[in-house]
């Protein structure tokens, strides 16, 4: 079987940073364990701005700087980098919550089966996971619950119902 684990904006910004929770401080062991334990395709995202990110539309509705490119911020964590980087995998640098280039570059992959892990369940992994889901309908997409969180536990199992309304299997 093909399959591919993409890793949802696992950075630091996220994590502990200017947006991070308890939440995604929490899954950090969780995503490590799925990295280890998969040995299929592996991809990276990270949310990417510029230093201009306050004069974004984005920026003006959640004015938290973060995820500037080249600072700590924006790097993916240091263990969960660690976890994947002798798997070879693909980093997308990604300007906005859904990424065009990651859907394009699995559609073409024709993977037997897609799983999706990181932050925040209810903005950037719902956004890929539905985008992937858009050009793959017949590709089982999977998010693994235990390895997500959104910006409230509230959100995260709002996103987690709307998937599953879209054919998204959620794992727990």
């Not at 995604?24 to 062991?29: E, G, K, L, T």
């Not at 004069?55 to 263990?79: A, R, S």
């Not at 995998?89 to 859907?103: G, H, Q």
Request: hydrophobic share 40%; aromatic share 6%.
């Amino acid at each position: 079987m093909k399959e591919a684990l993409v890793v949802i904006d696992m950075q630091n910004d996220f994590i502990d940073g200017s947006l991070g929770t308890t939440q995604a401080q929490q899954i950090v062991p969780n995503v490590i364990s799925k990295i280890n334990a998969f040995s299929g395709d592996l991809y990276y995202t990270r949310d990417t701005h510029s230093e201009n990110y306050l004069d974004t539309q984005e920026g003006k509705k959640l004015p938290i700087v973060h995820c500037i490119k080249n600072t700590f911020g924006w790097e993916i964590q240091k263990d969960v980098w660690n976890a994947g980087v002798n798997k070879n995998p693909v980093i997308i640098d990604k300007p906005t919550f859904a990424s065009t280039a990651l859907a394009q570059m699995l559609s073409q992959k024709q993977y037997d089966r897609i799983t999706l892990v990181g932050l925040c369940t209810d903005i950037c992994v719902i956004s890929n996971a539905l985008n992937i889901k858009a050009l793959l309908w017949e590709t089982p997409i999977i998010v693994d619950e235990n390895c997500c969180a959104g910006v409230t536990p509230e959100s995260h199992t709002q996103a987690l119902n709307a998937m599953k309304m879209c054919q998204i299997d959620i794992l727990n």
